[in-house]
């Protein structure tokens, strides 16, 4: 069965950093792009960084750039989203997702960790 698990979440202060990992199973995951979406209270889900099947380009929303780095381990089917910098605004549940090229919405969807950024 396809599975994408995400972990790491939890509750950091300002400033502070969390790294959030994707395990994924059940499909063929170097074939797939992989994304990080969040979900605020009272907010559409956003779109947070994409990286593509090598991992070799990604693309972060303009929120985030410089603070968050997503990287893939295609061996081990894993997928990393780096937080630093963290502020009370990048409080959502993080989800990891997966598309196949030349898609327009993902395939697969994890269940999401949350992500409390407060002092």
């Known amino acids: 069965q396809v599975q994408l698990v995400e972990s790491g979440g939890g509750l950091v202060q300002p400033g502070g950093s969390l790294r959030l990992s994707c395990a994924a199973s059940?499909?063929?995951?170097?074939?797939?792009?992989m994304s990080w979406y969040r979900q605020a209270p009272g907010k559409e889900r956003e779109l947070v960084a994409t990286?593509?099947?090598?991992?070799?380009?990604?693309i972060p929303t303009d929120s985030v750039k410089g603070r968050f780095t997503t990287s893939r381990d295609n061996v081990k089917s894993m997928v990393y989203l780096q937080m630093n910098s963290l502020k009370p605004e990048d409080t959502a549940v993080y989800y990891c997702?997966?598309?196949?090229?030349?898609?327009?919405?993902?395939?697969?969807w994890g269940q999401g960790t949350q992500v409390t950024v407060s002092s």
């Open positions: 990286i593509f099947t090598t991992g070799s380009g990604t």
């Open positions: 997702a997966a598309r196949r090229l030349f898609r327009n919405s993902p395939d697969y």
């Open positions: 059940g499909f063929s995951f170097s074939s797939y792009v």
